[in-house]
């Protein structure tokens, strides 16, 4: 497994604030205009820079990725792009410290990108090769860095929500103050295992963050048509615990509302309930087309593009010129050639790996022939 890439995380200071502002939807530096509204921020030049190349990286590598398996048919499975849902993992990673675990659900490569788990690793694995995240046998949904933090990467709906807890039970029972984020979809907030982890994570004060990345649709289907609670976030009023809403194609809101929350875990406050409300610009997976949304909506949330907002504020604020962002986007755009290059390179898992990686104990004291 290789080791890891990307924009190396500012430290910053507990007491951040962030104010929030409105930005045209230019992801492109080049065709950002001169002329914008001073924007008030306390977050540093270093932080923007860091957002900055984390989301373009996650986006750049999911469009790179999506072309592999759509024009060249060199990735196959499903797929789960997070195009449009940058800012969440741009905020949380700012927010949070390096050995605060994160686990998540299928929609997984931006969240593993940001945690540490190098871009090679990530497309070995789409690859399905020996040298990926999973030794090329867990594919696009099952992620996985261990050495990082990130306990993936899983398949089921809602099965990381138990998990999530039982690392924060585990981090409480060693004595820690770190702080487990446990991502889920609006989808798996439908799911009973939501409802039972919920009861005991405030029984036991679990030091967990449970984020839901609402996009809206789940598989396809609006929030609207599923559930009676529109405002996901409230479903944590029936366990007393804390809830809020959050912009989350702002890095800033983000990072604001993930702060505060492990702060409280931090402080054995027990968990919170985030709903990050957000828009993946692509399909619930490859296959999807998205009938069931409008292409006028769809740009509407383009025109609140995360990675237009970060782009405007470092102009804005003379943090970066357009010259010293495109010098990212090229070191971003070899970072992901590179990555390429590494997984087609890189073997296929030999057949007995099959047989490896499989939970058993030989001595296992039950088995009675």
């Known amino acids: 497994m290789e080791g890891k890439t990307g924009p190396a995380r500012p430290s910053l200071p507990a007491n951040f604030l962030f104010t929030p502002y409105l930005c045209p939807a230019f992801a492109d530096p080049r065709r950002v205009k001169t002329k914008f509204t001073q924007v008030a921020t306390k977050f540093s030049k270093e932080t923007y820079l860091y957002w900055y190349e984390l989301m373009q990286l996650i986006r750049q590598f999911e469009l790179m990725?999506?072309?592999?398996?759509?024009?060249?048919?060199?990735?196959?499975?499903?797929?789960?792009?997070?195009?449009?849902?940058?800012?969440?993992?741009?905020?949380?990673?700012?927010?949070?410290?390096p050995d605060d675990p994160f686990i998540t659900g299928y929609r997984d490569h931006g969240l593993a990108l940001s945690k540490g788990v190098s871009a090679n690793a990530?497309?070995?694995?789409?690859?399905?090769?020996?040298?990926?995240?999973?030794?090329?046998k867990g594919g696009s949904m099952h992620f996985?860095?261990?050495?990082?933090?990130?306990?993936?990467?899983?398949?089921?709906?809602?099965?990381?929500?138990?998990?999530g807890a039982g690392l924060a039970?585990?981090?409480?029972?060693?004595?820690?103050?770190?702080?487990?984020?446990?991502?889920?979809?609006?989808?798996?907030?439908r799911q009973g295992m939501l409802h039972e982890v919920f009861n005991m994570a405030m029984l036991w004060k679990l030091p967990v963050v449970f984020i839901c990345e609402n996009n809206n649709y789940a598989m396809?289907?609006?929030?609207?048509?599923?559930?009676?609670?529109?405002?996901?976030?409230?479903?944590?009023?029936?366990?007393?615990?804390?809830?809020?809403?959050?912009?989350?194609?702002?890095?800033?809101?983000?990072?604001?509302?993930?702060?505060?929350?492990?702060?409280?875990?931090?402080?054995?406050?027990?968990?919170t309930l985030l709903e990050i409300?957000?828009?993946?610009?692509?399909?619930?997976?490859?296959?999807?087309?998205?009938?069931?949304?409008?292409?006028?909506?769809?740009?509407?949330?383009?025109?609140?593009?995360?990675?237009?907002?970060?782009?405007?504020?470092?102009?804005?604020?003379?943090?970066?010129?357009?010259?010293?962002?495109?010098?990212?986007?090229?070191?971003?755009?070899?970072?992901?050639?590179?990555?390429?290059?590494f997984a087609e390179e890189s073997p296929i898992p030999d057949d007995d790996e099959v047989y490896k990686d499989i939970y058993i104990d030989k001595n296992y004291p039950f088995i009675k022939d």
């Not at 592999?68 to 949070?96: P, V």
């Not at 996985?144 to 998990?163: D, L, R, Y």
Request: glycine share 12%.
């Open 65 to 97: 990725a999506e072309e592999k398996y759509k024009m060249e048919g060199k990735i196959r499975g499903f797929f789960h792009a997070y195009i449009g849902q940058e800012a969440i993992a741009a905020g949380c990673m700012t927010a949070s410290r």
């Open 169 to 189: 039970f585990a981090e409480k029972y060693k004595g820690t103050d770190n702080a487990v984020l446990t991502f889920l979809g609006d989808g798996a907030a």
């Open 220 to 271: 396809g289907t609006s929030v609207e048509r599923t559930s009676n609670v529109v405002d996901i976030y409230k479903l944590a009023d029936s366990y007393e615990m804390p809830g809020d809403s959050i912009d989350g194609m702002s890095a800033e809101a983000v990072h604001e509302g993930v702060a505060r929350a492990i702060k409280r875990a931090r402080e054995g406050g027990g968990p």
């Open 122 to 136: 990530c497309m070995a694995e789409l690859y399905g090769k020996s040298t990926g995240a999973a030794k090329g």
């Open 144 to 163: 996985f860095g261990v050495n990082v933090k990130f306990f993936g990467g899983h398949g089921i709906v809602a099965a990381q929500i138990g998990t």
């Open 277 to 341: 409300k957000t828009y993946r610009y692509k399909g619930h997976s490859i296959s999807d087309p998205a009938k069931y949304r409008t292409k006028e909506e769809v740009e509407e949330y383009k025109q609140r593009d995360p990675i237009s907002q970060v782009t405007n504020t470092i102009l804005t604020r003379k943090f970066a010129t357009k010259e010293e962002l495109e010098a990212i986007n090229k070191r971003v755009a070899d970072t992901v050639a590179a990555s390429v290059k």
